[in-house]
């Protein structure tokens, strides 16, 4: 296995498109690595309602692993996923928690997923600064700072949805392959 990455999808509010951007983005680079490589993805679904996990398990892409979670368990979970894969994608609970300060703290890369609302972009903002908490928990500092946060507008579905992008690590490859996607 070489460099992982972990990726993780947050969002103090649910409803916003996490769980489906994290499906979107676990099968289209399982698309793109079918059969090619040893490369695998693990999901880690740390909502309660397990519903990441169970569309994974449906669509049953054999380089994907999907693993569910909770606060308690993240970071054990986290360790086992690295083990098994190159890259893992977190999808967390729309409520900023332990377990959001846990993931952005050990994340390459937090993608935040908004509505296009002033209520969903203010929770947005308010997340990415939960994720600049744990960047100073950890000693690592943002890219650019938070207000340079890469801002993208994706289609998903049947609406439109804003994803900031904040990076951890001044490292942008992961990001670049995440945006190879949209």
């Known amino acids: 296995m070489g460099l992982q990455r972990v990726v993780v999808v947050a ?5 916003v498109g996490k769980t489906t951007l994290a499906f979107v983005l676990a099968t289209a680079i399982a698309n793109r690595i079918s ?9 880690v679904d740390a909502d309660p309602n397990t519903t990441l996990d169970l569309a994974l398990r449906k669509a049953a892409f054999p380089e994907i692993i999907s693993m569910t979670s909770d606060a308690e368990a993240l970071l054990p979970s986290l360790r086992e996923a690295q083990s098994l894969a190159d890259l893992v994608l977190i999808d967390l609970e729309g409520s900023a928690n332990q377990a959001m300060l846990y993931a952005a703290g050990k994340s390459d890369l937090v ?10 972009v203010r929770e947005a903002r308010r997340t990415a600064g939960v994720v600049q908490q744990a960047a100073d928990l950890v000693f690592q500092h943002l890219q650019d700072g938070l207000d340079g946060a890469d801002a993208l507008t994706v289609n998903a579905g049947r609406g439109r949805c804003l994803c900031l992008f904040v990076r951890l690590q001044r490292d942008k490859a992961t990001r670049d392959v995440v945006m190879q996607l949209f």
């Open 11 to 15: 969002q103090g509010k649910g409803g």
């Open 111 to 120: 993608i935040i997923p908004a509505q296009p609302s002033a209520f969903d």
């Open 35 to 43: 059969g090619q490589s040893d490369y695998r993805v693990a999901c």
